[in-house]
């Protein structure tokens, strides 16, 4: 790390706030479209700037998606090249060069555990796809009654209908409760926040324990899949696992003939340093699912990628995975893809995420340690997030009627920065969090803009509501 990351705090940042952007009036998920919305005129590197000129820095990737900055010159040469030679090849009359060569590129960085996957164009998607596959090969080795899944509290799966039914997302499974398919619930995996009265040391075989049981309440040969994210995103504002917790709950997995299926849709892909967010705890699931960094937002692009074991028997039963669409591997997509993970490789971008997200993980820490309302920073690699409560000891959360997520949203829009705040952690109507997410090949200078205007944020926040 250079001095840049821990520098000035920029202290004439800590104006009153202007709310110059409002685009909720209650609480509730950050991302929905409003007319008072800024709109947007073009990017460059961790930058993007409004019609009105305003500048703008992308401290959260967007979504944690953009992993390479915005009009990366290559990427988009390399799209632009694909797209004049063909859009899309349909894969399912052709195979194309991007196509192989990204099979290839992924399986390399999968250490070899995975060379099987079905590209689709988003996380979603993938997910949906890794739950097909689940599907198939239990049906394929005569357990067809295996069709139930288990997910855990405060978790984010995606936006169709079944991996809404996984997520443990209130708010967004709320208007469609009535129509989601039933799904086995255990706890989630918050050191922060263990079940009530747990000791930080049982977590681990607690959480595997409680697993268990819901396998053998549920029948295990009813149970298709355990789904988990290695490092929870928007649903809990970032939390890693306990150390210990993935090998645990894939051995209880294996016993039962239950699969483990890893959604790095948003951890995965190099957000948290390795490529595997599950390589961190050296473990390999049976099925995983990538996406968000997998092409940084320049074309939409996602996986699912599956074992060997899995793919032998989907190809002596059918030939393969009988999960596709009109857009597998749509070829522009995939080209994308290719030129965003070369990039990465070329630049060795995953070493800067692990060594400086490390550092830059303690200064924040250093930084808003002053602030008695920090509860947490946590996070791995360039995939942090902060927890905002009312009582640091107590870990109480604010009232959800004060919107503290969407006011320093706001308040950050109006210093020109972009982070990704959620909300309802905490009972599903409750909890702060702050998520930071930038873009991989971000200077010091711009991980320092990034912490120094989310703290004016954040002092200007808590001064009103203090």
Not at 54 to 65: H, L, M, N
Not at 144 to 152: H, K, L, M, N, Q
Not at 189 to 199: Q, S, V
Request: proline share 6%.
């Amino acid at each position: 790390m250079t001095a840049a990351i821990f520098g000035s705090r920029h202290r004439s940042l800590l104006r009153p706030f202007q709310p110059e952007i409002m685009n909720r009036t209650t609480s509730g998920p950050a991302e929905i479209p409003s007319p008072r919305l800024p709109k947007v005129s073009h990017g460059r590197g961790s930058y993007l700037w409004d019609t009105a000129g305003k500048q703008y820095i992308d401290g959260s990737g967007g979504p944690a998606v953009y992993c390479l900055g915005h009009a990366h010159p290559e990427v988009n040469a390399a799209i632009a090249e694909q797209l004049g030679r063909v859009a899309h090849g349909y894969r399912y009359l052709f195979t194309s060069d991007p196509l192989e060569q990204l099979g290839e590129l992924v399986a390399a960085r999968c250490d070899g555990a995975f060379r099987n996957m079905v590209f689709t164009t988003g996380g979603s998607e993938a997910m949906e796809s890794c739950l097909k596959l689940a599907l198939q090969y239990h049906f394929a080795r005569g357990e067809p009654g295996r069709v139930r899944f288990i997910a855990r509290e405060r978790s984010y799966h995606g936006n169709t209908l079944m991996t809404t039914a996984l997520s443990g997302f209130a708010e967004r499974r709320r208007p469609y409760e009535q129509a989601l398919h039933p799904v086995g619930r255990v706890s989630a995996a918050n050191e922060y926040r263990p079940p009530e009265g747990l000791a930080g040391g049982d977590l681990v075989a607690y959480l595997a324990a409680e697993l268990e049981r819901e396998i053998l309440r549920l029948g295990p040969e009813t149970v298709a899949a355990f789904v988990f994210e290695p490092v929870v995103g928007a649903a809990g504002g970032v939390v890693p696992a306990p150390p210990g917790y993935a090998a645990a709950v894939l051995e209880v997995c294996r016993r039962h003939g239950v699969l483990a299926i890893a959604d790095e849709v948003m951890c995965g892909s190099g957000r948290t340093g390795p490529w595997r967010a599950l390589a961190h705890d050296g473990v390999v699931p049976d099925i995983m699912a990538v996406a968000k960094s997998l092409s940084g937002g320049y074309l939409p692009l996602g996986a699912a990628v599956y074992s060997p074991a899995i793919a032998e028997v989907l190809q002596r039963h059918a030939g393969g995975p009988l999960t596709g669409h009109t857009y597998t591997g749509h070829t522009a997509c995939v080209a994308a893809g290719l030129a965003v993970q070369r990039i990465i490789e070329r630049d060795r971008l995953l070493d800067r995420v692990r060594e400086t997200g490390a550092a830059w993980l303690a200064h924040l820490r250093e930084r808003f340690g002053r602030f008695d309302e920090i509860g947490d920073i946590r996070g791995r690699g360039y995939f942090i997030g902060l927890e905002l409560v009312r009582d640091r000891t107590a870990k109480e959360p604010f009232a959800p009627e004060l919107r503290l997520h969407g006011r320093i949203r706001e308040a950050g829009l109006a210093r020109g920065l972009i982070c990704y705040p959620t909300f309802g952690h905490v009972g599903g109507d409750r909890g702060d969090t702050v998520i930071l997410a930038p873009p991989y090949n971000a200077s010091d200078a711009e991980l320092e803009e990034i912490a120094a205007k989310l703290e004016a944020a954040v002092e200007a926040v808590l001064s009103e509501v203090r």
